[in-house]
């Protein structure tokens, strides 16, 4: 359902939309212009309901709008024509109306102000003449403006209710700067109006097509996506852009158009439909592509990469993280052009510190541009013990990032923390299923509801990394009360209560024995509800050189070979989910982040397998590959020249963006 108003040129407008994509279109606004309810009417009207009912999109005049609540003249006049003495010929009047211009039914938009004591008795004799007439009755309405003054009675008498889930936030209040339209703002909203006992049947979620500005971009009217995406490059995949606009970009338009989808409300409205952008950056199109998917076949598998966010490096940090040093390695000491650390390899980027900001937007943009579809990432929990507080800050910033760049997320929980924070008497013993509890049901809250992260079906992936400190029966407890179980994937082997299992390599007796292992897996893995492939390159741990353990063993890189075959077989097994272990190890040796050893070579076989064995459609090139780290170089390189800043950012949003030869070519200027 779309808002058109009708102070544009509606004789063009009306041949440019895609109806295809709607249902309902809402003419904005025609209001009482005397105190006998005498409507004005716009002939350009007339073209747009003509183009409706010719591609069978229902058509409503909508009334009132926000001049009924700031025009003190129309207000009173509402007023009046809606007051005992007054309303059944007002109502009649609108009858007539609607029947004389061929229209389909009326959408009440009257909010804040506007609702006075006569708004139900009105809302009710309108729907006693309008329903036998086989004429739609809709509103608009508001939680924070007005729409605590509707009874819940009332609400009933709607066929739908547009709920404007917007305008949280606005030039009114120059000074409380933010996000008008969040999708948690969505969500409490509709949970609201539900909670009111408006039918889900009726509930239709409004989203806005513009935002507002503050700071430096501040000013006294709403800024149109189309004019959004046309000043800065790349904003479609972005909600904030500038210094500083809020808006709704094509994920989060996505997102809520999911959840109307999951929640399985009446549909979606649009304020308003001329603020669309075009093709592929069109929010409408979002909108329609996510309510009516196109049927397809099985769906491709996903390629997930096991990431690590445990490092600590100069200058983010103090202190150069144990999985730098291992305390054993000192990085401040540079030797032949390279810092020392606790790896038999070395990332192309340098040492690097996981909760950089640059550097988690160029590892997922590297993903991006791999054909990676999103990360498991290695996560110990939100406590203040040993580095799992940085490792949770890390993982929030890599969240951010994969979000940024469409990619999805899970968690790898590493419940061998456990014991631990026991023996360091964090908890007792007998507290470590509340613990886990606590920890799951944060995760409900904060990521499962997130349309960015790893769904099977309704149920969240979540794998347990190691034996497992939990048994069966601690984890039914640990999952109960929450809305869905997750998926659960424990290590190598199934163990209740999970519906499969995740590989992962075996070095302990060499290559081929790791080969073996891997059949195992595969062979077990027929009798189990799912399961999830291991790709690896090589297993080359540094353990022992650092003095931390004995090497759990080696598994060799083969010259690439180890990684192909490994990916290769993954994606031929038919699972939905293909781990790839790891992104960044390096400590054990399995990273597939670009490195000096290997430079691209294990993104590059995944891009070219990726094409060979799914068929969507992918993009990019290995050339793409390069660009990511470019960036990341001249951003550090550039960092304390404010000039280059605007510059970065455009480039960062083209990346982004998809759009890699546009990047290529600002790089080239920048870089001079």
């Known amino acids: 359902m779309a808002y058109v108003p009708n102070w544009i040129d509606l004789n063009t407008f009306a041949d440019k939309i895609d109806y295809a994509k709607l249902t309902h279109i809402n003419i904005a606004f025609e209001n009482p212009t005397n105190d006998t309810g ?35 003249v129309l207000l009173a006049r509402y007023f009046d024509l809606i007051s005992d003495a007054k309303r059944a010929a007002f109502v009649g009047k609108i009858a007539a109306f609607l029947d004389l211009h061929h229209l389909d039914g009326l959408d009440v938009d009257l909010e804040g102000p506007s609702i006075n004591k006569d708004y139900g008795a009105f809302i009710h004799d309108l729907a006693a003449v309008l329903k036998p007439q086989g004429k739609l009755l809709t509103a608009a309405l508001s939680q924070g403006y007005g729409g605590k003054s509707v009874s819940d009675d009332t609400l009933a008498y709607f066929d739908f209710v547009n709920i404007m889930a917007y305008d949280g936030a606005g030039y009114w209040a120059p000074n409380a700067p933010g996000q008008h339209s969040s999708f948690e703002f969505a969500q409490q909203n509709v949970t609201y109006w539900l909670g009111r006992g408006l039918r889900k049947s009726q509930a239709v979620l409004g989203v806005p097509f513009y935002g507002y500005g503050f700071g430096t971009a501040f000013r006294k009217r709403d800024y149109p996506y189309s004019e959004i995406i046309a000043t800065f490059p790349g904003a479609e995949l972005v909600d904030q852009v500038g210094e500083t606009i809020w808006y709704n970009g094509l994920p989060t338009i996505r997102a809520k158009a999911k959840y109307v989808l999951d929640e399985d409300l009446a549909g979606m ?52 993280g144990w999985h730098w040093t291992m305390n054993h390695y000192h990085p401040e000491q ?20 996981g909760g950089d900001p640059d550097l988690v937007e160029c590892q997922a943009l ?77 995760m409900q809250r904060q990521w499962f509801t997130d349309p960015a992260y790893l769904m099977a079906g309704d149920r969240p992936v979540l794998l347990d990394f190691g034996a497992g400190y939990y048994q069966s029966d601690q984890w039914n407890q640990i999952f109960a009360g929450l809305p869905h179980p997750p998926a659960f994937y424990t290590e190598s082997t199934r163990r209740a209560p999970a519906v499969g299992a995740f590989d992962w390599p075996q070095p302990a007796k060499g290559t081929e024995n790791s080969f073996r292992e891997m059949d195992r897996f595969y062979a077990a893995a027929k009798d189990w509800p799912t399961f999830m492939p291991v790709a690896f390159p090589r297993f080359h741990d540094i353990y022992e050189q650092a003095g931390v353990q004995k090497s759990w063993g080696a598994i060799e890189d083969r010259g690439g070979k180890t990684y192909e075959e490994t990916l290769e077989r993954a994606l031929k097994s038919g699972a939905s989910f293909l781990q790839l272990a790891t992104w960044n190890d390096w400590g054990e040796g399995t990273q597939i982040e670009p490195s000096v050893e290997f430079g691209y070579r294990d993104l590059e076989t995944t891009q070219r397998l990726r094409r060979q064995h799914i068929k969507t459609p992918f993009p990019y090139t290995a050339q793409d590959l390069r660009l990511p780290i470019e960036l990341y170089q001249l951003q550090k390189r550039l960092a304390a020249d404010p000039k280059s800043q605007t510059g970065l950012k455009e480039i960062s949003a083209l990346l982004f963006a998809g759009k890699p030869a546009a990047a290529r070519e600002r790089l080239a200027k920048l870089a001079k």
């Open 366 to 442: 590297l993903m991006k541009f791999a054909g990676i579809d999103g990360v498991l990432i290695d996560w110990y929990g939100t406590d203040d013990y040993l580095d799992y507080r940085i490792n949770h800050h890390n993982t929030l910033a890599m969240i951010d990032a994969v979000k940024k760049a469409g990619l999805k997320y899970a968690i790898v929980y590493e419940d061998a923390s456990v014991p631990g924070m026991i023996e360091a008497k964090r908890f007792p013993k007998a507290q470590a299923v509340a613990h886990a509890r606590s920890l799951l049901q944060w």
């Open 38 to 72: 005498d409507f004005s009417y716009s002939s350009k009207n007339d073209n747009l309901i003509a183009h409706a009912h010719a591609n069978h999109v229902k058509i409503l005049l909508s009334i009132g709008g926000g001049a009924a609540s700031g025009d003190k």
């Open 334 to 353: 540079i030797k032949d052009g390279r810092r020392p650390a606790a790896s038999h390899y070395y990332p192309l980027v340098g040492l690097y510190d």
């Open 269 to 320: 409205m649009i304020w308003s439909l001329d603020y669309d952008g075009k093709d592929e950056r069109s929010l409408l199109s979002a909108i329609a592509t996510t309510l009516n998917p196109t049927p397809a076949g099985p769906a491709a598998p996903l390629l997930l990469a096991h990431y690590m966010p445990w490092y600590e490096a100069h200058p983010t940090n103090k202190e150069w």
